[in-house]
T-cell receptor, first 113, second 114 residues
């Protein structure tokens, strides 16, 4: 069965700092990878997705993620965070065989003004 | 406006008192699912439905029931709620099961069982 791991449970940064959130997945076959964001009191929104091709994908609000197949990783990055980026971030994996979106445990990002 | 709605948004109940959380989508989506979100555990799928009258268990189905009599509605039923079902619940939908990664999420229902 596929699984997704996020090892950073809570990250605290100051505005303008660079961000990198880790995500590792375990699945040997073809997998589609996603990052979702959940702002306080709101539902999940899709930040970016990777299906195939260029392993560096760009999403909304200046976020990007890099798929490294050899490391089974899909880390989320942003060069300069803002206070408004304070939210919980979830990595997720989808496989056609499972027809299920599997989420990681989430990383709470707090950006201090 | 395309959306997934859930009701109620907040619910406090007592152990054993049957409850239903409704979910409705207006996008004519075939695939719908229910998740629970718990601190440190992320979102875990409870049940999903690939179309009308077609439902299946997710990762944590124990203590829950669902039905899919109409395409737009996918209620979550707790026949005898227990305190370990205190959680934040999300309904989601997507065009088909093949698009299950691109799900639209509802606003969430915060359930407390005492």
């Amino acid at each position: 069965a596929q699984s997704v791991s996020q090892h950073n449970h809570h990250v605290i940064l100051s505005e303008a700092a660079s961000l990198e959130l880790g995500c590792n997945y375990s699945y040997g076959g073809t997998v589609n990878l996603f990052w979702y964001v959940q702002y306080p009191g709101q539902h999940l929104q899709l930040l970016l997705k990777y299906f195939s091709g260029d392993p560096l994908v760009k999403g909304i609000k200046g976020f990007e993620a890099e798929f490294i197949k050899s490391k089974f990783s899909f880390n989320l990055r942003k060069p300069s965070v803002q206070w408004s980026d304070t939210a919980e971030y979830f990595c997720a994996a989808y496989t056609g065989s499972a027809r299920q979106l599997t989420f990681g445990s989430g990383t709470q990002l707090t950006v201090l003004p | 406006e395309a959306q997934v709605t859930q009701n109620p948004r907040y619910l406090i109940t007592v152990t054993g008192k049957k409850l239903t959380v409704t979910c409705s989508q207006n996008m004519n989506h075939e695939y719908m699912s229910w998740y629970r979100q718990d601190p440190g555990l992320g979102l875990r799928q409870i049940y999903y439905s690939m179309n009308v009258e077609v439902t299946d268990k997710g990762d944590v189905p124990e203590g829950y029931k669902v039905s899919r009599k109409e395409k737009r509605n996918f209620p979550l039923i707790l026949e005898s709620p227990s305190p370990n079902q205190t959680s934040l619940y999300f309904c989601a939908s997507s065009l088909t099961s093949g698009n299950a990664y691109e799900q639209y999420f509802g606003p969430g229902t915060r359930l407390t069982v005492t």
